[in-house]
Every structure is written in structure tokens, then in C-alpha cells.
């Protein structure tokens, strides 16, 4: 299931850029993020894969949406300029970030490639 993100849930389930100044993952599995808006066109193509992508990687990744509307303090703290972004959170090295509405398959490689997680 797709969780969406506050800044309070963020800080305590992803990264604490409050207290870190160093990225330090604060999950216990890796993670995709998807900053989106309720108006973005592309935004609404993706979600439905990342819905698959959820079921498909049940209890092995963390999938979380952020509102850049309501979150703004959190897409400005990820330098977020373009919707759909994402970022890929790996439990061990830093995160890495993709823009646009990238096809099922590019994500699926993304996430055997930079969360080291195979379905």
C-alpha cells in the first residue's frame, strides 16, 4: 500500500534533515518516493504503476508519495522542480533521483539496480 508523506512521517520514516546533515536513511527496507500534484498530468499516468509496483514488491520496499503542493518545505529540500520526480532510497548508500513519468519497466530496473531489490 502507498503511504502519502508529511513532513513529520517523513522525517521519522525516510531522512531526518532536521537533525542530519549527512543523509542517513531512516527506513528498515529501501524506498521510492514520487513527488507529485493532484494536477499534473503524468503525475496521474504514474500512479496506477506504482500501485503495481507496491503489490508486486509487497514487503520488499516502501512506496510513499509526497504532495509538492501541500509538502513544499520537503520538495524545496530535495531541490524538486519537475513533477513526477522520484527518489530511490537504498537502505546503505545515498538516494538517487529520476524525473518524469517513467514506463513500468525503467522502474522496475531502477529498483534492482539502485534499491538492490529483486521481486
Do not use: H
Not at 82 to 108: H, R, V
Amino acid at each position: 500500500m502507498i503511504e502519502n508523506l508529511t513532513k513529520e512521517t517523513f522525517l521519522k520514516k525516510v531522512f531526518n534533515f532536521e537533525k542530519n546533515k549527512e543523509w542517513k536513511f531512516e527506513g528498515d527496507k529501501p524506498a521510492l518516493i514520487d513527488f507529485y500534484a493532484d494536477w499534473c498530468g503524468p503525475c496521474k499516468m504514474l500512479a496506477p504503476i506504482l500501485e503495481q509496483l507496491s503489490e508486486e514488491y509487497k514487503d520488499k520496499i516502501d512506496i510513499y508519495k509526497i504532495d509538492t503542493e501541500a509538502e513544499q518545505e520537503l520538495s524545496a529540500a530535495f531541490g524538486i522542480r519537475s513533477i513526477p520526480s522520484m527518489l530511490f532510497c537504498p537502505t546503505d548508500t545515498e538516494p538517487q533521483m529520476a524525473n518524469g513519468a517513467l514506463p513500468k519497466a525503467d522502474l522496475e530496473r531502477i529498483v534492482e539496480e539502485v534499491l538492490k531489490v529483486q521481486k
